[in-house]
């Protein structure tokens, strides 16, 4: 009595009813049979084809190509959640379709939106396992797999960006005649031709703090000095210009300190890409180049973090979508299943890849850009359950 209480209880409290506990247990074998097809097809297309002609024409070592396809594994992991979700909702219930289950619960008075919510519930574990990998398993594994592939084919490069250091600073002035108006203006300029990961070399400074340039300062190299904050320029000359643009003095100098900010170094870190940083990595990023005048960049890492999260949700919009196919009437094998599941994750990347291009052209929010699929996606899902309930 006590351990069928206990279990009872388990299972009411979880909302777990027989019908729920049926439906979920018909979707978890097509999603691990969807889950190991789709890794392997994103393997086999984005990884193993690649890998071979690396072992064939760069003598690249079987056991390094090896290790190389497992660490990458994660990443196409991701992409294969949702194709899953998508191919188990649309099996499991066009099964219950076809042989009226769905039919008979529904004559007992279940309606159609009581029927969705395993499919729900289901897609939102999904949702956290794929939000695990996508900003936290696969980051680490695609970095991990990048460095073992240089170091075999002996292309290691340096984590940091070694030429042509641009930094550009901006400030916000009143415009002449209106001070409730204001206009964006440069206010620093930071050139450094080369950087071996310690010292800056050939530099250019063009300082415009005080509104017009006033002053020049040209070095031969640079470095930043951890324990005092602040930049020692070396052998170069510091050009003093007056209002009128005329040169007031001209220092030279063996050595020199400047208090300019330490950003022109952090924009040198480009070591790893949005598929390498996990979301807090490239948040941190993002912040560091926001103070650049690149917005195309910006933008870009604006939408790609916004990816971090949109991804992952794609499960519950494919869940929905899978469940709407499903339920309609419909002599639909498993062949047919696969070949929907094709066309729609073809279609959702599609528009996923032209709302990301627009929305680092600047034409919609980064925000928006990221979530358009899942968005179009959840209105398709809601125009088909509508439509089966007429």
């Known amino acids: 009595m006590k351990i069928g209480a206990v279990k009872l209880f388990d299972r009411a409290s979880l909302g777990l009813s027989v019908m729920n506990l049926y439906i979920i247990r018909e979707l978890i074998l097509p999603f691990l049979f969807g889950m190991g097809i789709f890794t392997s097809l994103g393997l086999s297309i984005g990884a193993v084809f690649e890998l071979i002609r690396k072992v064939t024409d760069s003598g690249l070592f079987w056991g390094v190509a090896v290790k190389?396809?497992?660490l990458k594994m994660p990443g196409f992991i991701v992409l294969a959640f949702p194709m899953s979700i998508l191919l188990a909702t649309l099996m499991s219930y066009s099964r219950l379709s076809n042989d009226s289950e769905l039919i008979a619960l529904r004559s007992v008075g279940v309606n159609i939106y009581r029927l969705i919510m395993p499919a729900i519930a289901f897609s939102l574990?999904?949702?956290?396992?794929?939000?695990?990998?996508?900003?936290?398993?696969a980051p680490a594994a695609n970095y991990q797999a990048s460095v073992t592939l240089e170091k075999a084919l002996g292309e290691t490069k340096p984590n940091f960006k070694t030429e042509n250091i641009l930094y550009d600073e901006y400030t916000e002035i009143p415009i002449k005649g209106d001070q409730t108006q204001t206009k964006e203006v440069l206010t620093r300029l930071f050139y450094a031709e080369e950087?071996?990961?310690?010292q800056m070399k050939n530099l250019t400074v063009l300082d415009r703090s005080r509104g017009s340039v006033s002053q020049i300062v040209t070095a031969r190299s640079a470095k930043w000095n951890v324990l005092e904050n602040i930049w020692d320029f070396y052998n170069g000359t510091i050009y003093l210009i007056g209002i009128d643009g005329s040169y007031n003095n001209i220092v030279r100098f063996q050595h020199q300190q400047l208090a300019l900010p330490k950003t022109a170094l952090d924009i040198t870190k480009e070591g790893k890409n949005t598929d390498e940083m996990n979301i807090f990595e490239a948040r941190k990023y993002l912040e560091i180049i926001k103070r650049s005048a690149d917005e195309q960049r910006v933008r870009k890492w604006q939408v790609r973090?916004?990816?971090?999260?949109?991804?992952?949700?794609?499960?519950?919009?494919?869940?929905?979508?899978?469940?709407?196919?499903?339920?309609?009437p419909q002599n639909s094998g498993k062949t047919t299943s696969f070949g929907i599941c094709i066309g729609l994750i073809f279609a959702y990347y599609l528009v996923s890849f032209i709302s990301q291009s627009i929305g680092i052209s600047g034409v919609i929010p980064p925000w928006l850009a990221a979530w358009s699929p899942n968005l179009l996606g959840l209105g398709a899902a809601g125009g088909l359950l509508a439509k089966t309930t007429e």
Not at 125 to 137: G, K, Q, R, T
């Open 68 to 70: 190389v396809l497992i």
């Open 195 to 198: 950087f071996d990961g310690e």
């Open 125 to 137: 574990c999904v949702v956290a396992l794929a939000f695990l990998f996508n900003n936290f398993i």
């Open 305 to 328: 973090i916004q990816e971090k999260i949109a991804i992952p949700f794609a499960c519950v919009v494919f869940a929905l979508i899978g469940v709407a196919l499903g339920i309609t």
